[in-house]
């Protein structure tokens, strides 16, 4: 893709960001998904510019607001929330500006009047300014703002700032694999450069953004993907074998089904009780989770966890989108799923299939 090509790529894809009311990296996952033609070079570049765009929303609608004529509707938005960012962000010139945006094939078209006022008066900005408000200085939504306040009082836009930059891509050694000095050995020889994490006596911290998806040490399960934070969370729990653990994570949309949970009033000690889950909308996301840990596809299939298409072809997961809840037999040993899905998608409920168990 050409530079201007990736901008309208990513004009595109806040226009859908806007328009859903999914997480942004879902819709950016669905996004790409749909355009398997784009390489990861532009996949990169495309995803860094929807993100610098999203985390400086509130200052770049306020520079819209000022200059005007505004962010503008859903149509119009995001073109010019990218418009901003290219200036008060990246540096660009009403010049280059005009450059890229020619009109071309898979180019945005060309700047119109007051597109091209815009450009010159943000040209040379700052995209933070000291007129701006507090909350806006801050991007959290105004309505927040008081509460931040309340909790952190005059520390609460250093606690929102830390919250602005790009996060680390921290990285956690399964023990039962390997030590983490071995690890991080095996990850330098795929060309991937780690730190040992401050905090954490199992983590790794890797410099940029490495692909560690094709990479041995990731899909043989000696790494996995997950922050330092939470890795400290896991050690302090003290968990130990025999005991019943709750992974109580809002990621991959577990907080839409925490949201959808607490609408009917269930509660975190329900939750607990029944130890339910959530099922990512993934067709691979638990399958690659437990290739990791040395789990046969077979066993996945033979388990019920997985389904094989009967016209042949990769198996892939049966629960997909759905609030997860253990089937037990009367030793209390699971034998089994049921899944309750969310939004239109059918069954509403799905159990596993008869299996060995």
């Not at 400086?56 to 073109?79: N, S, T």
């Not at 943000?122 to 200085?137: H, I, K, N, Y």
């Amino acid at each position: 893709m050409t530079p201007a090509a990736r901008i309208e790529a990513a004009i595109e894809l806040l226009g859908r960001i806007d328009a859903e009311v999914a997480p942004a990296e879902r819709v950016m996952a669905r996004y790409l998904r749909e355009r398997r033609y784009i390489g990861s070079k532009d996949r990169r570049a495309l995803g860094d510019l929807a993100y610098r765009v999203l985390r400086a929303r509130a200052r770049l609608d306020w520079w819209l607001e000022r200059i005007g004529p505004g962010p503008g509707d859903g149509l119009v938005r995001p073109r010019r929330s990218v418009l901003a960012a290219l200036l008060l962000i990246d540096g660009r010139t009403p010049e280059t500006l005009a450059a890229l945006f020619d009109g071309g094939t898979y180019h945005p078209a060309p700047l119109d009047p007051d597109e091209r006022v815009l450009a010159d008066a943000l040209a040379g900005r700052s995209l933070t300014d000291l007129e701006q408000p507090a909350w806006v200085a801050a991007e959290c939504p105004e309505w927040l703002w008081p509460e931040f306040v309340e909790a952190f009082g005059a520390g609460a836009e250093a606690e929102l700032g830390a919250l602005m930059g790009e996060a680390s891509l921290d990285l956690r050694v399964n023990t039962l694999k390997g030590e983490r000095a071995a690890a991080r050995t095996a990850l330098a020889e795929e060309g991937i450069e780690t730190a040992p994490t401050p905090l954490s006596p199992l983590g790794l911290r890797a410099a940029g953004r490495p692909g560690l998806s094709a990479g041995r040490a990731y899909e043989t399960g000696l790494v996995e993907i997950q922050d330092e934070g939470s890795q400290v969370v896991a050690l302090v729990t003290d968990a130990r074998p025999g005991m019943v653990v709750l992974d109580f994570c809002a990621g991959a949309g577990g907080k839409t089904a925490r949201e959808y949970l607490a609408a009917r009033g269930v509660d975190d000690a329900t939750i607990a009780a029944f130890r339910l889950g959530w099922a990512p909308d993934s067709r691979t996301a638990l399958k690659e989770a437990l290739a990791r840990q040395d789990i046969s596809g077979q066993m996945m299939v033979t388990g019920g966890l997985l389904k094989q298409p009967e016209g042949g072809g990769a198996a892939y997961d049966r629960f997909r989108g759905r609030i997860i809840f253990p089937i037990t037999d009367r030793g209390g040993r699971v034998v089994g799923f049921g899944g309750r899905a969310l939004g239109d998608r059918e069954p509403k409920y799905l159990n596993s299939p008869e299996t060995p168990l």
